[in-house]
Structure formats: C-alpha cells, structure tokens
Nanobody
Framework: VQLQASGGGLVQAGGSLRLSCRASRSIYSRNTMGWYRQAPGKQRELVADTTNGGSTNYADFVKGRFTISRDNAKNTVYLQMNSLKPEDTAVYYC????????????WGQGTLVTVSS
C-alpha cells in the first residue's frame, strides 16, 4: 500500500488547510486511515483517525478544530484543519492500518504544515 499525501503549506494563525491522502489500494476489509504529526524534537502523535465503518477518533488538542473524513471508494482520507495555531506546526503523516490492531502500518511521506503567528 502506498500513501500519497498533499495539502500542506504555510498559513497564518487562525487560518485553515485541508490535507488529503490517497492509498494506492486497500488490503484490509476493516481498516483505519488517519493522520499523525511530528513537531521538531517531539515524538509522533495521533491527530485523528477513522475506520471504513465510519468511526472517528480525535486527539484532545484538535477537537472542535479539525475534522477527519474519508471516501472509501477512492481510498482517500481528508483532514480539514480550522483555527490553526502555531503549535500545530509539524510534519503530518498519513497512516493506513488494519482496524483490529496497531500493527501492519503503512505511512505516507509526510506533508509540512507551518502556522505563523
């Protein structure tokens, strides 16, 4: 499975960006697609994920600001990011995995989001 992410860039605080990530194929009948991020000097952390059954999960620090969605027919996941803050600056990575385990992960190349104050 190859993941191609796009949509990062530079935005001012309070602005919005939309990330997209398309998987080349889906190999798990029950799967989770999501976004993680890694800021300089910090560990990679979950931002949000969603299953192909429609369940969603958000990190507390993005609740109310970010919305994850997916198009199962296109094997594509989106992350709408509103009210961006400078602390949201990070490389955002797309993830695809089997829904029943945290193993069997596939990762995209990462897209940089920079929020200026």
């Amino acid at each position: 499975v190859q993941l191609q992410a796009s949509g990062g860039g530079l935005v001012q605080a309070g602005g919005s960006l939309r990330l997209s990530c398309r998987a080349s194929r889906s190999i798990y009948s029950r799967n989770t697609m999501g976004w993680y991020r890694q800021a300089p000097g910090k560990q990679r952390e979950l931002v949000a994920d969603t299953t192909n059954g429609g369940s969603t999960n958000y990190a507390d620090f993005v609740k109310g600001r970010f919305t994850i969605s997916r198009d199962n027919a296109k094997n594509t996941v989106y992350l709408q990011m509103n009210s961006l803050k400078p602390e949201d600056t990070a490389v955002y990575y797309c993830n695809y995995r089997a829904a029943w385990t945290n193993a069997y992960n596939y990762w995209g190349q990462g897209t940089l989001v920079t929020v200026s104050s």
